[in-house]
């Protein structure tokens, strides 16, 4: 009897990622880059065409699919707001994806959960807190298990906690989102104020190596304020180890430790601070993750 299919899409700003399992077996994985953005119809089309092939190629139907969306979806399951792809706001996730997978189970949920469930499942751990630092803020939260809050309850908006009352205005609109202040683009941002003088990624990854005072207090603004959102969900929820991934993250020697340390810092007595470790998956966590949501609507 052949084994049941189950597919994990990974919706990105930039592309779209997609691995079939079969049993405990990957028997199909695969991305394409968007094209250039111009209406939501015709990036439906896209991924339309790129799932045909993805079925000729797999010759096996479809038992269920897991997606992990990086927008906003609101209860009634309409893409409330997505900066990358303003395009898709309006949008009746639900219903597209439906008409895209007719014959399977289908369910989505945030990346960053995703991406929590993927870390959980990698690392043995029931109860853990990812952060993906990248050009925004993702993360997820996972309890016995289980995502937190669950599914159709709304996401683990870590990136939107606020840490700093007076902070730096955030695309949601508020201002002090974690998100404002320790995202990659946020980070670059404060290292160049601080140098007066424009800082891409690599510059900064070399000052900080040779420890270049304008690149060392970027980064550990942004390590304090990351250390000061776990601390918050530590004080809440109790979690047993936190990792950190996300590309930004992953570039910035030492940004691990450095958050480790911060959050040390803030320990109160009698009060242990999390372990806080890389991310085991890295860019391939929400897809991972998206795999693991399908098996459990196909359940």
């Given at each position: 009897m052949e084994k049941p299919h189950h597919l994990g899409v990974d919706i990105g700003g930039t592309k779209v990622a997609f691995r079939v399992e079969a049993g405990a077996d990957c028997v199909d994985e695969s991305s394409f880059r968007w094209d250039p953005r111009h209406s939501v119809d015709r990036d439906l089309a896209?991924?339309?065409?790129?799932?045909?092939?993805?079925?000729?190629?797999?010759?096996?139907?479809?038992?269920?699919?897991?997606?992990?969306?990086?927008?906003?979806?609101?209860?009634?399951?309409?893409?409330?707001?997505?900066?990358?792809?303003?395009?898709?706001?309006?949008?009746?996730?639900?219903?597209?994806?439906?008409?895209?997978?007719?014959?399977?189970?289908?369910?989505?949920?945030?990346?960053?959960?995703?991406?929590?469930?993927?870390?959980?499942?990698?690392?043995?751990c029931e109860d853990l807190l990812y952060l993906g630092v990248g050009t925004g803020i993702g993360g997820g939260l996972v309890l016995r298990g289980a995502l937190c809050p669950g599914l159709g309850r709304g996401s683990f908006e870590i990136g939107?906690?606020?840490?700093?009352?007076?902070?730096?205005?955030?695309?949601?609109?508020?201002?002090?989102?974690?998100?404002?202040?320790?995202?990659?683009?946020?980070?670059?941002?404060?290292?160049?104020?601080?140098?007066?003088?424009?800082?891409?990624?690599?510059?900064?990854?070399?000052?900080?190596?040779?420890?270049?005072?304008?690149?060392?207090t970027a980064v550990d603004r942004t390590c304090r304020a990351l250390a000061a959102a776990v601390s918050g969900v530590q004080e809440l929820?109790?979690?047993?180890?936190?990792l950190i991934g996300g590309g930004f993250a992953a570039g910035i020697p030492g940004l691990v430790p450095m958050v480790s340390e911060r959050l040390a810092e803030l320990a109160r007595p009698g009060q242990p601070p999390?372990?806080?470790?890389?991310?085991?998956?890295?860019?391939?966590?929400s897809l991972r993750g998206a795999v693991s949501l399908a098996r459990l609507v196909a359940s």
């Amino acid at each position: 009897m052949e084994k049941p299919h189950h597919l994990g899409v990974d919706i990105g700003g930039t592309k779209v990622a997609f691995r079939v399992e079969a049993g405990a077996d990957c028997v199909d994985e695969s991305s394409f880059r968007w094209d250039p953005r111009h209406s939501v119809d015709r990036d439906l089309a896209q991924v339309a065409d790129h799932v045909a092939g993805l079925r000729r190629r797999i010759a096996a139907p479809l038992r269920s699919v897991g997606v992990a969306m990086p927008g906003t979806v609101g209860p009634d399951g309409r893409v409330t707001a997505w900066p990358s792809r303003p395009e898709w706001n309006g949008l009746d996730l639900d219903e597209s994806l439906r008409a895209l997978f007719p014959e399977a189970a289908v369910a989505w949920a945030d990346d960053g959960d995703l991406g929590a469930l993927a870390e959980a499942e990698a690392a043995g751990c029931e109860d853990l807190l990812y952060l993906g630092v990248g050009t925004g803020i993702g993360g997820g939260l996972v309890l016995r298990g289980a995502l937190c809050p669950g599914l159709g309850r709304g996401s683990f908006e870590i990136g939107h906690l606020i840490v700093d009352l007076d902070g730096a205005p955030c695309v949601c609109g508020r201002r002090g989102c974690l998100q404002a202040i320790a995202s990659g683009p946020a980070t670059l941002s404060r290292a160049a104020r601080l140098r007066t003088a424009p800082a891409t990624f690599e510059e900064l990854r070399r000052a900080l190596r040779e420890g270049e005072p304008w690149a060392v207090t970027a980064v550990d603004r942004t390590c304090r304020a990351l250390a000061a959102a776990v601390s918050g969900v530590q004080e809440l929820v109790h979690p047993r180890l936190v990792l950190i991934g996300g590309g930004f993250a992953a570039g910035i020697p030492g940004l691990v430790p450095m958050v480790s340390e911060r959050l040390a810092e803030l320990a109160r007595p009698g009060q242990p601070p999390l372990p806080v470790e890389p991310a085991a998956l890295g860019g391939l966590s929400s897809l991972r993750g998206a795999v693991s949501l399908a098996r459990l609507v196909a359940s």
